[in-house]
């Protein structure tokens, strides 16, 4: 399994490495969803990769060969950007690299991200290969990124550095890739340690409506 859960005080950091471009597949999607929905009321969540790589996106392997197994690939990823957004729990991102595609739309779901400082790429790939961003994700983006970059980052395919990134509204700040998960889990922490009611009950006014437009009907 690509994924692992580790704990960091009061924080659960969850890991994506399978050893190269950290894809998600069924299996990786289940786990991080089943990871987001295990933290308990006084946890926070960390959901990160290794150096140089946060995620690539979903499984090319399996959206490529069609079907209901790739239906239920998309919507299994909807239902995980869902359940970020509707987690009574903090959910903060550390883009310990490349964050393109579904990456990119976990930075955007969750209630903070930040992004290592290097030599990678932030955005959506979808465009570029022949396949439209689904409407959720786009009122996703257009909810979070900044308005001079939405169409270059979404209709037209832009991939853009750390710093853009922060500057777009994809992450908070850009941080040194050896500061990262401490600063992750920090801010992590900070947000756990808020009143956890209060916390979720703003946090459900906030994202209610889009993680209703995401969910789409029943």
Known sequence: MAITTDRRGDVRVVTIDDGRANVLGPAEVAALRAAVAGAGPSEGVVLTGRDGMFSGGLDLGVLGRGGAEAEELLAAMGALLVDVLRSPRPVVVAASGHAVAAGAMLMLAADRALVAVGDHRVGFTEVAGGMALPP????????????????????????????????AGFAATA?????????????????AALDAEAFARTKRLVNGSLADRLAGPD
């Open 175 to 191: 941080v040194p890739p050896e500061a990262l998960l401490d600063e992750a889990v920090a801010a992590a922490s900070r947000l």
């Open 136 to 167: 959720g994700v786009v009122e996703l983006a257009r909810a979070t990124v900044a308005a001079p970059w939405l169409r270059r980052l979404t209709a037209q395919g832009e991939l853009i550095g750390p710093e853009d990134a922060v500057a």
